[in-house]
């Protein structure tokens, strides 16, 4: 069941530039970018891309949101455009006194979607429901689809919902997610096939503010509790945990483990990577600690190791990471230096930023970050990036920011261009 999205996309915009203004908060952004780069085959290519993004909240509370992409798709050259997100929401309710956020509503469109183990975006209806500030319902039906698909493609759909409730100081969740999938023939003459599975989840959050270590933790799981190879309750299908504490309030320490397996009824493109080496789950214990002495100077180090079963062997990745954030005056500065050494070659990143105010109105940013990359299949090289650009208050509700950007790489002997980015609000 396919069909071009172009009709929606066009009944969509229409909505959102023909609904009543009066009273009304409307934003629009428009990013347009484009360069030059001589490629690795010496090549000479000119890239443009074009973002368009609009929000509208009428005096009603009826919201609508869009955001598209325009650009000349080098690798098959040809242009096309990208309907990243376009929706509508119809408050039914204007939410609590202490929570004003939690409405209950129906969003229906191309959307966003966060909601146990699922992220992906969604062809469909959301309807939060909320019967306290602390207790709620999500219900939701739907396709899933990939960031480049040029049509509203339903061979992944989704169904089910989520129930979460606050009780004896903690947030408690649980869903259940039926997914389905048809896959097409791959020889003419084949017979379409389709599979489905039920996924129920989990989680319980709970934190202990005016205690010693002031301890946080999550915990979420999934089952599956049918599909072609499952009878009833199956083991831990996906799994999460998280613990943070703060020994000192200048200190916080975090660790967390998570073992996750993309489900086969996603749409392919989500899940392509991890398909072609990953025969196992992929499970990854991390840990972070932060140290901010002062409001303006922050450290903050992170490690992570991952690892999941290849065809081959089992594969392993580790990666550390640490940032230093320092504001000083109307400046500040960010270096960092990041490493990761895993089953594709190791990588290693020194970068810094900088910004600095001129004025209530305008300010200055720069970039710059030099990676040595060596890979498996032994290339060796360094890879070069650098940004700088000044963006500028023009009136109370026009902003702008424009960019130059410069990077060197094994692929690319030069890749130059300019971003520029416009911001008005309507109120």
């Known amino acids: 069941m396919k069909f071009r999205f172009r009709p929606f996309y066009f009944a969509t915009l229409f ?24 490629d690795y085959e010496g090549e000479h290519q000119v890239p443009v891309f074009l973002y368009w993004t609009l929000n509208y909240t009428g005096k009603s509370g009826v919201e609508a949101y869009f955001d598209m992409g325009f650009n000349n798709q080098l690798l098959i050259d040809q242009w096309g455009y990208f309907l990243y ?45 909320y019967w306290s500030q602390n207790g709620g319902a999500n219900l939701i039906a739907g396709g899933s689809y990939a960031i480049d698909e040029k049509r509203f493609d339903f061979s992944s759909r989704l169904y089910g919902g989520t129930l979460h409730q606050k009780i004896l ?50 915990l979420k799981g999934q089952w599956k509790l049918s599909g072609a190879q499952n009878e009833g309750l199956s083991d831990l299908y996906q799994g999460y945990g998280e613990l943070l504490v703060t020994p000192l309030n200048t200190v916080t320490l975090g660790t967390s483990y998570s073992k996750r397996k993309p489900s086969e009824l996603d749409p392919a493109e989500t ?47 580790n990666e550390q990471e640490l940032d230093i954030s320092w504001l000083h005056g109307k400046s500040s500065w960010m270096p960092s230096i990041f490493r990761l050494k895993s089953y594709g070659g190791e990588v290693w990143q020194p970068a810094l930023a900088y910004r600095h105010s001129l004025s209530d109105a305008a300010g200055l940013r720069a970039e710059v970050a030099a990676a040595h990359i060596e890979k498996l299949n032994g290339i060796e090289s360094w890879a070069y990036h650098s940004r700088a650009g000044v963006d500028v208050r023009l009136a109370p509700r026009l902003l702008t920011l424009a960019l130059v950007e410069v990077e060197r790489n094994h692929r690319f002997e030069l890749d130059a261009r300019a971003v520029a980015f416009l911001t008005y609000y309507l109120f």
Not at 15 to 38: I, M, W
């Open 271 to 317: 899940t392509f990577v991890y398909r072609l080496f990953a025969v196992s789950p992929q499970k990854t214990a991390s840990g972070f600690i932060t140290w901010s002495p002062n409001q303006d100077l922050r450290f903050s180090t992170k490690f992570r190791r991952t690892q999941f079963d290849s065809p081959e062997k089992l594969e392993t990745a």
């Open 85 to 129: 997100q376009a929706y509508v929401t119809v408050p039914f309710s204007q939410g609590f006194a202490s929570a004003p956020y939690r409405r209950s509503r129906i969003q229906v469109g191309r959307q966003f979607l966060s909601d146990g183990f699922e992220l992906t975006l969604l062809d469909g209806v959301q309807l939060p429901v």
């Open 169 to 218: 100081g903690a947030k408690w969740q649980a869903g259940y997610f039926q997914k389905q999938r048809r896959f097409e023939a791959e020889n003419d003459g084949d017979a379409e096939s389709s599979a489905s599975e039920g996924l129920a989840h989990a989680s319980l959050f709970k934190s202990y503010e005016d205690t010693f270590l002031k301890p946080s933790f999550l």
């Open 15 to 38: 909505l959102a530039l023909s609904l009543p203004q009066a009273h009304a908060l409307v934003s629009s952004e428009v990013t347009l970018s484009s360069g030059y780069y001589q």
